[in-house]
């Protein structure tokens, strides 16, 4: 085994590439690019595959792929997708990554937001946004209507019985977020007061673990911001108190989970392969945390800078000072 491949998905790419074409390492495949360097004589060649995700990336500046999933390689070399062959999903389970059809997800709606109808929930984003003039109904994947939304008739969803149970508390208290590929919505407590902050709920599986996202001002960056709670980004997005956004690719919410899997997770949807990161850290998590993040995935990670804010637990609330590491 060669990370998440058998063994002759090496003996494919010889036979399609050439012996002298490919180059294994613990964290990587190095082969030579079927799209720019096919049938080129060279020393080193550009093509990276990982072996812990499906993914590759070419670092030939010249390249009109530059980076995809392994599916998309496999087909360019044989003419057919036959990566299945090659590729272990058992250990993709393993590492908590759920097998799903890559595009067959279920579209997923959600009801348009009336501020007229929701005084307090409009009162309540306006306020978490500094009072800016921002329009609320702008801002992707927010919604208001926890009825509609969880109605049979606006999506075919199967909620379990707690989200029933609690429907018109929902209803009353709560502002929705919904992820970037619609897998996970996120119910947010408009009482501040309140010890019941949030409510996650799986709406359907995914290959990788969904994650709530806003693009940034360069598509072309490699560089990317991430925090646990869709708040944070959406601040540092319309303030922009970094003065990152204009070399920004995107922006990318975990719902609170692990940021290692949100990234591994990014690199896989988003086809960007050695992102720089950026995060905007709770003052709570300790720097060891992010030092252990980069050494474990030094091999999918260019270069990791932390903020925490000085002026209060995260960057949601004001004023924003920010504190940088680099790690």
């Known amino acids: 085994m060669i990370g998440i491949y058998h063994d002759d998905f ?46 590759f990336n070419c670092f030939n500046s010249g390249c009109p792929m530059k980076s995809g999933i392994v599916p998309q390689l ?30 067959k997800l279920k579209d997923i709606f959600v009801p348009e937001i009336d501020e007229d109808r929701f005084k307090l929930k409009s009162f309540f984003i306006k306020k978490r946004l500094g009072f800016n003039n921002t329009d609320i109904r702008s801002i992707k994947g927010l919604f208001f209507d926890i009825n509609k939304f969880i109605d049979g008739n606006m999506n075919k969803i199967q909620f379990d019985n707690r989200v029933f149970r609690l429907r ?3 209803h009353s208290n709560f502002v929705g977020f919904i992820s970037d590929r619609k897998c996970v919505v996120v119910l947010r407590n408009i009482d501040s007061d309140s010890n019941f902050k949030h409510v996650k ?12 996202k806003l693009n940034g001002g360069n598509p ?14 959406l601040s540092e997005y319309v303030f922009n108190s970094l003065d990152l956004k204009c070399n920004t690719k995107l922006y990318a919410s975990s719902f609170s989970a692990h940021y290692q ?16 990161i950026t995060i905007l850290s709770d003052r709570d998590v300790n ?19 932390v903020y925490y804010n000085r002026g209060g637990k995260d960057f949601n609330v004001f004023p924003i000072i920010p504190e940088k590491f680099i790690i």
């Open 74 to 103: 496999v087909k360019k070399i044989k003419g057919v997708d036959i990566s299945d062959k090659f590729i272990d999903r058992s250990l993709l389970k393993e590492k908590k990554l759920k097998k799903a059809p890559i595009g």
């Open 261 to 276: 899997s949100l990234i591994k997770s990014i690199v896989y949807n988003e086809g960007i392969y050695q992102p720089s």
């Open 168 to 170: 018109d508390y929902l």
């Open 220 to 233: 072309k960056s490699n560089n990317i911001i991430l925090s646990e709670g869709p708040f944070d980004i």
């Open 201 to 212: 709920i799986k709406l359907q599986d995914d290959v990788f673990p969904d994650y709530y």
């Open 10 to 55: 090496i003996k494919f790419l010889e036979e399609n590439l050439g012996e002298d074409a490919v180059k294994v390492k613990s964290s990587n495949i190095i082969i030579q690019c079927p799209w720019c360097e096919y049938r080129m004589n060279k020393k080193h060649y550009h093509l990276w595959i990982s072996t812990e995700i499906p993914v």
């Open 287 to 305: 720097l060891k945390y992010y030092k252990n993040l980069k050494f474990y995935n030094k091999h999918i990670i260019n270069n990791l800078t």
